[in-house]
């Protein structure tokens, strides 16, 4: 080591900052300093306590498993025994309820279940054909729209929110076909989705790949020198041969980092183009449940003409047992709008969907935890989408280095952004690039000469 100028200096100590000083220290440059703003790793995999149950204010499930490939974090899940939970999507359409309260007829819901699922493969076609003809991306709406299955009844509309914007973040009309249908996540993977419901955290993950490069006490809590936490505007200065940044692309949009000299063009057009969605996931607790449990009742729908209006929910009775939590989750606007708003006034909106699902008689809730990931400025959001019409030549432009400022994160990952193994797997390929310039020198790539040259255009016009 030395010292005070180590060789790389990784910002931030998410999923892939961690994935990527360990990569690194693997390699041999153990001379790392990671400088984390917050008092914590893990970064948007983080745990709190509610009411008594640990719960996950952000990722929560292990997503692609049980496929022809292994997914790395649910190898490093159960290497770790964290506990988890499959969710099971089967009997979704015996869970709809209308507007004002009666569930739907289980087999018209199927019905309009089973289109979509004819839709999705009809989509899944026009994607790879846009592939291979090599056309212009299209959005998801468009192809709704080529089929003629543009929803328009709140039951329609309330599926194709369960399907896409519970999924990308984002509603269909912003989203990129080409890169999300289908999702390399699950074809790659595997289609099942494990929920984590663990005291220690989905964040336990982090440190398990922490603790294999960094030293801890005898407590078994991370000590070493090369972790600085609480690291931001305190006016230290670092120094280091090469800078890798992780922070999320939320973050990279505003001026919360400056780089002198400023980013090039094409790489702050590449990050300002690039969309990072909202999520959030509002957990409520009661006396009691009033609510179906049992089999196949896990998962349950609201159908309001407002579309995204508190249409996901989720009842928490096998992972949490006892603790009377249900999960009801929003996305993008209405994610911004609730983020806005006190508590008290979402958890009164929610009590009156709560009463038009299952009657007057319902108990108050006790408890409300709405996280808040769009108004914290070390995020800006919660996992990035891809949008339509972006390129693959500008999307790699977001991880491309500048000079010696590499750039790692979720919104890195060409085949699995905006998951945790997306980060896991993006910090090591980041890493690795950072490897192949300080150890072969191989620094430059053939696509920086083209970035290059698109930006002495940009500089003309
Ligand atoms: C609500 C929510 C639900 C999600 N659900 C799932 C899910 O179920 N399954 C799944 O696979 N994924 C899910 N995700 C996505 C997953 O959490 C992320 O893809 C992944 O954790 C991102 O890791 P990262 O290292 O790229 O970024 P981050 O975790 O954001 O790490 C970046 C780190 O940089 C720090 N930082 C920011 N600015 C600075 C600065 N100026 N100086 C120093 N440090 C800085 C931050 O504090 C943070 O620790 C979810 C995310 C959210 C928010």
């Known amino acids: 080591a030395r010292?005070?100028?180590?060789?790389?200096?990784?910002?931030?100590?998410?999923?892939?900052?961690?994935?990527?000083a360990k990569t690194l220290s693997?390699?041999?440059?153990?001379?790392?300093?990671?400088?984390?703003?917050?008092?914590?790793?893990?970064?948007?995999?983080k745990k709190t306590n509610f009411s008594g149950v640990y719960v996950e204010m952000g990722a929560n499930w292990v997503e692609g498993v049980n496929g022809k490939e292994v997914n790395p974090i649910w190898t490093m899940a159960n290497e770790i025994g964290l506990k988890s939970y499959r969710s099971?999507?089967?009997?979704?359409?015996?869970?709809?309820?209308?507007?004002?309260?009666?569930?739907?007829?289980?087999?018209?819901?199927?019905?309009?279940?089973?289109?979509?699922?004819?839709?999705?493969?009809?989509?899944?076609?026009v994607s790879a054909s846009l592939l291979s003809n090599g056309a212009e991306d299209v959005s998801i709406l468009t192809a709704e729209r080529l089929r003629n299955k543009v929803p328009s009844t709140p039951i329609e509309k309330a599926l194709e929110y369960f399907r896409y914007d519970s999924q990308q973040g984002e509603p269909p009309r912003l989203t990129s076909l080409r890169n999300t249908v289908p999702l390399p996540t699950f074809a790659d993977f595997g289609d099942d989705i494990y929920f984590v419901a663990d005291s220690r955290g989905y964040e336990s993950v982090v440190h398990y790949i922490a603790k294999?490069?960094?030293?801890?006490?005898?407590?078994?809590?991370?000590?070493?020198p090369r972790l600085l936490l609480n690291k931001t505007q305190d006016g230290s200065v670092y120094k280091a041969d090469y800078v890798m940044v992780s922070a999320s692309i939320g973050v990279l949009q505003t001026d919360l980092i400056s780089f002198v000299p400023p980013l090039p063009d094409w790489k702050l057009l590449a990050i300002y183009q690039f969309d990072l969605s909202v999520y959030t996931k509002i957990f409520i607790k009661f006396p009691y449940k009033f609510w179906p449990t049992g089999n196949g009742t896990e998962f349950f729908v609201y159908a309001h003409e407002r579309r995204g209006y508190y249409t996901n929910w989720q009842q928490l009775e096998n992972e949490y047992p006892g603790a009377n939590c249900l999960l009801v989750t929003v996305t993008d606007d209405e994610s911004r709008r609730i983020e806005q708003q006190p508590d008290l006034k979402t958890k009164a909106e929610i009590m009156e969907v709560l009463r038009n699902m299952f009657g007057d008689d319902i108990p108050e809730a006790t408890d409300i935890l709405v996280p808040?990931?769009?108004?914290?400025?070390?995020?800006?959001?919660?996992?990035?989408?891809?949008?339509?019409?972006?390129?693959?030549?500008?999307?790699?432009?977001?991880?491309?280095?500048?000079?010696?400022?590499?750039?790692?994160?979720?919104?890195?990952?060409?085949?699995?952004?905006?998951?945790?193994?997306?980060?896991?797997?993006?910090?090591?390929?980041?890493?690795?690039?950072?490897?192949n310039c300080v150890k072969k020198k191989m620094c430059n790539s053939k696509d920086d000469k083209i970035f290059q040259d698109e930006n002495v255009l940009l500089q003309e016009e």
């Open 372 to 435: 808040r990931w769009w108004s914290d400025k070390f995020y800006r959001g919660c996992f990035s989408n891809w949008p339509v019409g972006l390129s693959r030549h500008r999307f790699n432009q977001i991880k491309s280095p500048v000079d010696r400022v590499y750039f790692t994160g979720e919104h890195t990952s060409e085949k699995y952004f905006g998951y945790v193994h997306g980060a896991y797997l993006a910090g090591i390929d980041s890493a690795n690039s950072l490897i």
């Open 212 to 224: 294999q490069f960094l030293t801890t006490n005898k407590a078994g809590q991370i000590n070493d």
């Open 88 to 125: 099971d999507f089967r009997y979704i359409a015996s869970n709809v309820y209308k507007q004002s309260g009666g569930l739907y007829n289980e087999s018209e819901a199927q019905k309009i279940f089973d289109s979509a699922e004819e839709f999705f493969q009809f989509s899944a076609n």
């Open 26 to 45: 693997d390699a041999g440059i153990k001379d790392v300093l990671i400088l984390e703003a917050t008092d914590r790793i893990g970064g948007r995999i």
């Open 3 to 20: 010292g005070l100028t180590p060789t790389v200096i990784v910002i931030g100590a998410g999923m892939s900052g961690i994935s990527a």
